[in-house]
């Protein structure tokens, strides 16, 4: 039977992988690291002494595709979330709390209720964001707001920052705006968030990798493609050229797969590796930081089934999330931060969590800073106007992976449907 070698196991190559292997295609998947998950993933870390996800990943309820995935994996029941589509907040600088509450219909009557919107805002603030569905592709964040009035710092600035991983002044309008009609623009049945209950391992990729071993689908870890071998277009079908051989690095053992006529490939790895591998490739070249900092603390700060997570405005930390005795804090488009030292780091991020939850120096046990320098491409619209959609100019290879061009930010629900776009445009 033809196969499908799947290059990459993080989210893509194995949504694609379980997509495929579920419809009875021949899979096997190669990846160069230990470990599958890529950039979403767990792992044991000795100074904390606890199971940490390399970041914090907050999904929503209407992100259907990950929902999708979650029950072909049957992992739906690993998530938490609250009862309502509810957002705490904290300013650092002002020390006002409150609570973002955005009500089930899609009429957004949070807005008129001055204990369910952001504080110290009035109702007329928010058509700030009228000029937003109409952005064209070349537009940023920032050129179609009003920056003036709380609104903007306290809801445009993080929500932004959030879903784009690039600063308002620079991220694509239109971007945005699709997170806000997918979510918000549905009301509070699509914008309860979601959170893995003991981590990304467990709830996104462990569940896949048992799944897909039951398909008799193999994960070759420690194989990195190196090089893919071409025929030329004149030859083949659809006037295209084709991929003829896979060659990994010499220390796998694999080296070079010949591929079979009806062979194909899914090349699910970051965009400046894929542009290494496809000659002509258009993909973005720029990324953005993300940095988290993961703090244990002398006393549980929630029950054990359950997490918290906290907004926090005017300081250098954006969220909170508790889980037990961990603090894990992100800092989204985090490029300057992501130049500290891991020391500064940890002092600037713990003087914020210390202040908001109330906490103390002595109630830190140990701390872990994780800098992911490439977390996502920089979604400006120069970069996104460079994300390529899944089928190529070989007939036989397809991408998938958070920067193609799904028109959603790079997300999990974008590499997901990704995943699926990819797996369904190749041939038969
Ligand atoms: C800190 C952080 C926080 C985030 N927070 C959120 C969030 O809150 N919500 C959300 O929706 N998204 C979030 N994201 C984004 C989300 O994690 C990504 O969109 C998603 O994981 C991308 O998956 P991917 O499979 O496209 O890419 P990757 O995870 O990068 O997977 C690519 C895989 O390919 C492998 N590979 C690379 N080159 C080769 C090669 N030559 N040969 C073989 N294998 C290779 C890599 O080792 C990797 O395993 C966050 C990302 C980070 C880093």
Redesign the pocket.
Known sequence: MARVHI???????LASAVELAQAGRDVSI????GQ?????RSFFDETLGRTID??????MSANHGVRDYLRSIGSHGRFWSPREAAYPFFDLETQERWTLNIDKGAFPRWIFKPGSRVAGTRPWHYLSGIRLPFAGAERTVDECLNRAGPLYRRFWEPLTVAALNTHPSEATAKLLWRVMAETFAKGGAGCVPMVAREGLGPALINPAIATLEKLGVKIHFG????DVKFSSAEKNRGGKGRATALVFSDDTGIGTINLAADDNIVL???PV?AAG?LPGLIAPTQSRA?V?AHFRVARPLTSKDEVEFLGLIGGDADWLFMRDDIVSV?VSAADVIANWSSKTIEQALWRDTAFALGLDEQDLVAARIIK?KR??FAQTPEQTARRPGPVTNWSNIVL????TNTGLP??????IRSAIAASRALPM
Request: aromatic share 4%; proline share 4%.
């Open positions: 290059i990459g196991s993080g989210l893509a190559g190669y990846e160069m690291a599958a998950g890529g950039r979403c390399n970041g914090n990943h907050l999904l194989t990195r493609l190196r699910a790895i970051p590796p591998i993300i988290n992100t992911e977390a996502t998938a992976g958070d920067w790079a997300s999990i629900e974008g590499t």
